[in-house]
């Protein structure tokens, strides 16, 4: 575990693969760590030199008790790249990491190679939804939804299939920081994206999956159809595509960043 200092807050930051190979940059999504990766580091470490990181609120890394915005989540990703002697890299972001990665797109597409948007959105849904689930965290504590959350993220068979991962994935969930889940709640309740994507001109490639409930592949579509030049695949299994689907994520995203 390396842990960094960005502007006085610490960040855990974790590196794999050929120092001085193409960056790529992984960011999870809402609830996870940096561990939401472990399947497919190892793949594409063989060819790239890959970051991922625990995003702000979340794992080992800062979680300032404060409404977060989604400049603020981007702008932790400019200055781990500034730690790490990054001009550019290839950003890979899945669900909330996919919200970070539109707003690098927008706001610092000279930082960027190329995009990859999976299992995500370029607006959260109602912000009812997500004042409700603020309350909750804030009353109960993450613990009393992280089985709601779990149960729309993996398949059913996957479920049945893979206990063991399903159960680390839920304690990541449930041991986000609640400052940290409401903080980035509140990012993503107050994202709107969808008027600004025609303006990305960040190669990108969205992913979804067919059977994802958090985010349904009609969100990615549009998104995709909204981004000029980008490019749509489409996986099996449910929201955590990398976890479900390994081989078949990694080969998608290495064909498309070459």
Known sequence: MTLIDVSGERFHVETAGPEGAPPLILAHSLGCTLHMWDEVVPLFARERRVIRYDARGHGQSAAPDQVYAMGDLGRDVLAIMDRLGLDR???????????????????????LTRLVLSNTTAHAGPARFWDQ??????????????????????????????????????????????????????????????????????????????????????????????????RLERLAGGHLSAIEQPQAFAKIVSAFLG
């Open 89 to 111: 890299a290839d950003f890979c972001g899945l669900s909330l990491g996919g919200m970070v990665g539109q707003w690098l797109a927008l706001n610092a597409p000279q930082r």
């Open 133 to 230: 689930r603020i309350r909750a965290v804030r009353r109960d504590g993450v613990e009393p939804i992280t089985d709601s959350v779990i149960d729309s993220w993996f398949t059913p068979e996957f479920r049945a299939a893979a206990p063991g991962r399903v159960a680390e994935v839920r304690a990541m969930v449930a041991g986000t920081k609640p400052a940290g889940y409401m903080g980035t709640s509140a990012a993503m309740r107050d994202m709107d994206f969808r008027g600004d994507l025609p303006s990305i001109r960040t190669g990108t490639l969205v992913i979804v999956s067919e059977a994802d409930r958090s985010t349904p592949p009609a969100w990615g579509e549009a998104i995709a159809a909204a981004v000029p030049g980008a």
